[in-house]
């Protein structure tokens, strides 16, 4: 089946400082979508990309979706102490009736006062 | 809007228990639902795919009979662990599609299960 590695793992970082995380994939995704999930909570979706080379932003996130469309990145700027949390990238092929998220491992962030 | 919720947000429950989880979508009607299974530190795992009116489809891997799902109405889907076991300890998270979106899922807070 399609898989995503999900890079970094995790990743300390001073407050104030930017984040970049990214996802690649094995085969094809028609869609992108990045989510953020903090401890004992869903994951709460920040960005969704739709179209190759796509660059959207929300606030401080910027994600692109890859020309390729088998990657996706998510930028952060000027962190803050609240961003902590696992990052999540996830794609999807809709079609076929099917509307299938297949998520990457996360990327476990935190941020030094 | 679109906001999911799960109820309850945890339970423990003893061995050989069944244990029910609902999930709601309050401000939109959900024709498709989903559930994942999420371990510590881990990613989610999709379970299934509910279909309002429809049987549930399942991953494979996962036992249909130990895990009954139920999408009665377009705002309520259920999941029952039957025979619940310590191994089925789990976060158990719903999410559901908007039906304007064709990409977008909304996810509920989750539920955690603990089987003694």
């Known amino acids: 089946g399609q898989q995503l590695n999900q890079s970094p793992q995790s990743m300390f970082i001073q407050e104030g400082e930017d984040v970049s995380m990214n996802c690649t994939s094995s085969?094809?995704?028609?869609?992108w979508l990045w989510y953020k999930q903090e401890p004992g909570e869903g994951p709460v979706l920040l960005i969704a990309l739709y179209k190759a080379g796509e660059l959207t932003s929300n606030g401080r996130l910027t994600a692109q979706f890859g020309i390729t469309r088998k990657d996706s990145f998510l930028n952060i700027s000027a962190s803050i102490p609240s961003d902590v949390g696992i990052y999540f990238c996830a794609g999807q092929n809709p079609g076929a009736g099917s509307y299938q998220l297949t998520f990457g491992k996360g990327t476990k962030l935190s941020v030094i006062p | 809007g679109a906001v999911v919720s799960q109820h309850p947000s945890w339970v423990i429950c003893k061995s050989g228990t069944s244990v029910k989880i609902e999930c709601r979508s309050l401000d939109f009607q959900a024709t498709t639902m989903f559930w994942y299974r999420q371990f510590p530190k881990q990613s989610l795992m999709l379970m299934a795919t509910?279909?309002?009116?429809?049987?549930?489809?399942?991953e494979q891997g996962v036992e249909k009979d130990k895990f009954l799902i139920n999408h009665a109405s377009l705002t309520l889907s259920t999941l029952t662990v039957t025979s619940a076991h310590p191994e089925d300890s789990s976060f158990y998270i719903c999410?559901?599609?908007?039906?304007?979106?064709?990409?977008?899922?909304?996810f509920g807070p989750g539920t955690r299960l603990t089987v003694l």
């Open positions: 999410s559901a599609r908007v039906p304007t979106s064709m990409y977008e899922q909304f």
């Open positions: 509910s279909n309002e009116g429809s049987k549930a489809t399942y």
């Open positions: 085969s094809i995704f028609n869609t």
